[in-house]
Structures are given as C-alpha cells and as structure tokens.
C-alpha cells in the first residue's frame, strides 16, 4: 500500500471522525460553563493555538466562513484567555472521545501510531496544525484517540489549503465545487444566501476550477501521504489505515 493510498482510505475518518466533536452537545455544555453563545468556543478554542487573532486574521485562518462570522466570533471570544480556550477545547475533545470511542479497539495503540505520523512531521507553514501539536494531550486512551484524530485533520486540512492555493483555488471556491460542499454548505458556514449565489455563480464563470479542485485534491492524498509513509513502516501503515477506517 502505498501513502497515496493510505490518504484515499482513511479521509473520511480524518476529515469527519476528526471534526465530530466542533458541533457536539459536548462542546456547547463547555460554551455555557465559560458563559460564551453557541459555537463560539469552535473558533475561539481551534484558534486558540496561534494567540488572540482578530476578525480579519480568523477569517484567512479557517478560510471557509464568512467576514462578519469571523469578526463575530473573534468578539464573542475575546472574554476567555487563550490558555483557557486551549484547556476548554481540549477538554471538549477528551470528554467528547470518552463519549464516543469508548468501543475503539485499542484506542491508545491508534492514538500512537497517530501521533507517530504528526510527530515526525515538518509542520513549517501549517500554524493550527503546529499549534495543536505543541498543546498538552489528554491522557486517558480514547481522549487521545480524539485528539490524535483532530491532529491529523489539522494536518490534512492545512496541506489542503496549500495545495489548493499551489492551483490557484479560493477556499470558498473550492467550497462550490466540492461533492461535499455546494450552496448548502455555505448556507451552513454562515454564508447569507446572496453571498452564497454570488459565490456559485462566479464559480460557475471560471472554466476549469474544478479540474483544478481535483488536482488540488490528489496533491493533498499525496503530501498527506507520503507524511504518513515517511513516518510509518509498511505494517503500521496498514495497521493505522485498519484502525482508522473502523472508526468512520
């Protein structure tokens, strides 16, 4: 098996395992304990990381939601310090992990092989990712589980932009023509619904932005790839994609 390979198999377990706990009843019963309105420890804890960011520096970061969503929650979240929205967020994820992955076979032999694959990765120009690589981890087996999901979701998700800014793709654009995304998914990033159409029907003006989406695509399963097979032998690759999979 290749690393490509790899990348292909285990996505949906990265991109979506790894995202689960951002809109759980787990991350709004910490919303209420810190006295913050609904999602904004989402953008408050994820950036955390990287310090007290402003509307205008939180909007490029995340790169899919809206101006006046990254203002909004960069004010929303100015009342808890950057260590406690670390602490909240990783809370959320160690809570969330006990929740749901209590039935992952070996939940801490996964989280090492995961972090393996971080750990000896070059996270130069991948500032959430790096961020969250240097923050404390839960101990228990299936927070860590959860976190090390995350991690390698940060890690993906931060290649992805690379790769989609290597062939000329907007985040946002990329959001029109993703079999994932369309106008429903920007409708549910806070996207007003003129926004949205005005967005689809630029889209739609640019001729080949999704061969470009797609090329960005398989340079994202490459690179997140060849991460996962520099940092693993053949077996442990299996043995990670195996786990992982399970998980989705």
Known sequence: MTGTEFAVATEAAVVWVGAKFMTSEELADEEKRLGLPGRALYFRGRSAVVGDLSGVVLKEVFGIFPAWLADWAA????AVTTAEAVAAYTRVIETWGTGHLAGADEPG????????VTDRTD????????????????????GALAFAVMLLRELRGGLHFA?????????????????????????RTGWPEADADALLERAAGIPDLAERWQEAHRRTDETFGRAAAEALDAAELAELRERLTALA
């Open 163 to 187: 790769a989609l800014r290597a062939y000329g793709v907007g985040v946002p654009d990329a959001v029109t023509v993703d079999p994932t995304g369309g106008r429903g998914r920007l409708l």
């Open 75 to 78: 004010e929303a979240g100015a």
């Open 109 to 116: 032999r996964t989280a090492e092989l995961a972090f393996r």
């Open 123 to 142: 996270a130069s120009a991948l500032p959430l990712f790096a961020g969250w690589r240097a923050a404390a981890r839960p101990e228990s087996p299936e």
